[in-house]
């Protein structure tokens, strides 16, 4: 079934062959949502004025949160958000962030500077989550907590009893317990969270675990901290110490163009061979997932401990005087997000929880705040593009592209994942890397003949562009693809991203 759309800018010089086979016989687990996840936390602006602007601000707001985020959020079934860090997570004292604003302590946030007032607590945090229908996932203090602390929070949050700490929860305005299951013991263990070694940490882990207790109806997931990039020995050596009492294992893995974290390249002044290496360092992720992976096959070889990527994204250098590690977001980074998701979708048997660093004004952000105005940054549009795959089958793809680039730096050109949802409506993502050749595919369905295709594509006129305070450049169109017996044939501009649905 062919569609008429507006022609879409980058379709025009030059395309290449590509073949995409669609498994939809052999379909595999299901997709977990949580997937498409994000993270906040206290630092620049991603919490005061991304997310709190008080109950007083002109700018408008349900009990002091930003409605304009709030909406956008929702928009996108935001399915988990990651709370209060990061590095902050092992400097926080939770009972700092309870009762009345007025006469809670101001603290210097030693992690990312300037003075955390507080203001924005575990009330605030909790209230946030509900409105944006996300589950919470709260990072405990371990580097300078104790178990005590953690306990009485998750007692403070969780319990519908008449205990005192279940009564103070209520005095400071909050009757019914939280619904709270994902609990990360401590972040970055190996470097801000305390710089431990695996063995030291694993068995911190297990002190901590032993006292994740239930309160309430829910039943706590335990997240250790587990590695960053390529560090395979601390997962050998916390699955081999801590496996049993684990149910979730971190991975942290940043995209830096450069690879190098003295100078890590501009958000949005590049060329083309920094937009490849950019890729080239994202598909890393899949080599990272695979081998800690492996390693944890052999102490969890029925996957019971999930991979939980809760920290994923471009870090590049900071734009000066907006706050610490606020970047822009370009095409770019729209093309890093889908190649991360379709890694996590193909790895969804173990892979069953993510996080986006950040959620707003921070690195990777989806959502750009200046005072009142807000941004949907491309990176946004694709957790939009991509919500059709949470709780879906996934299904196998073979793709055959001829390569971006040429000797070491090629790169596959054509990038994707696919999933059937529960009214059967097959989903296939596909990432053209190139930055100037469209990509003509044959898509074949093994296993159901396609009837019609619908779709949205987000690229721009250049590698570059962005959406800005008062400028939008990269937004999701409607795309046009051809039923041709049975199979597919689809024409995808360069650097793009483009999200089909096939009955
Ligand atoms: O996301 C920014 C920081 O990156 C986090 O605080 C930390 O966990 C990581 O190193």
Known sequence: MAQSTKPVPGAAS??????????????????????YGSFAEHLGRGIYEGVWVGEDSPIPNTRGLRNDVIAALRKIKLPVLR???????????????????????????TSWGGVETNAFGVHE????????????????????????????WLEYMTSPSDSSLARLRRENGR?????????????????CGGNMRPEYYADEYRRYAAFVKKYGADEFVKIA???????????????????????????????????????????????????????????????????????????????RVALIVDEWGTWYESEPGKGALYQQSTLRDALVAAINFNVFNQHAERVRMAASAQAINVLQAMILTKQGQMVLTPTYHVFDLYQVHQGALAIPVDVQAPRYGSGADALPSVHAS???????????????????????????????????????????????????FGSTAVEPRPFAGEVVAGGLQVSVPARSVVVLAVR
């Open 175 to 191: 009757q019914q317990p939280w619904s709270l299951k994902f609990v990360g013991i401590g972040n970055e263990a190996w470097g």
């Open 418 to 468: 696919a999933s059937r949802d529960h009214s059967g409506v097959v989903h296939i993502s596909l990432v053209n890397l190139d930055a100037s050749r469209g990509a003509d595919i044959s898509v074949s369905l093994k296993g159901q003949a396609a009837t019609s295709v619908t779709g949205r594509v987000l690229t721009g006129t250049s590698i570059n562009a962005l959406n800005d």
């Open 225 to 303: 901290v587990g590695p960053s990039d390529e560090d395979y020995n601390w997962t050998e050596v916390v699955m081999k110490q801590a496996a049993k009492f684990i149910d979730g294992l971190s991975l942290h893995y940043y995209t830096l163009p450069t690879g190098n974290w003295k100078a890590k390249g501009s958000a949005t002044a590049f060329g083309e061979a920094e937009w490849r290496a950019t890729f080239r360092r994202t598909l890393r992720m899949e080599e990272f997932i695979g081998k800690h992976s492996a390693i944890m096959d052999k102490y969890d070889p029925d996957k």
């Open 83 to 109: 709370w209060p860090g990061g590095c902050f997570a092992d400097e926080y004292h939770w009972r700092d962030g309870i009762g009345p604003r007025a006469k809670r302590p101001r603290r210097a946030n």
């Open 125 to 152: 945090f909790m209230d946030f989550a509900e409105l944006i229908g996300a589950q919470p996932y709260i990072s405990v203090n371990v580097g300078s907590g104790s178990p005590r602390e953690m306990m009485e």
């Open 14 to 35: 030059g395309s290449f062959e590509a073949t995409l086979q669609v498994r939809v016989d052999r379909p595999g687990v299901t997709i977990d949502r949580n997937i």
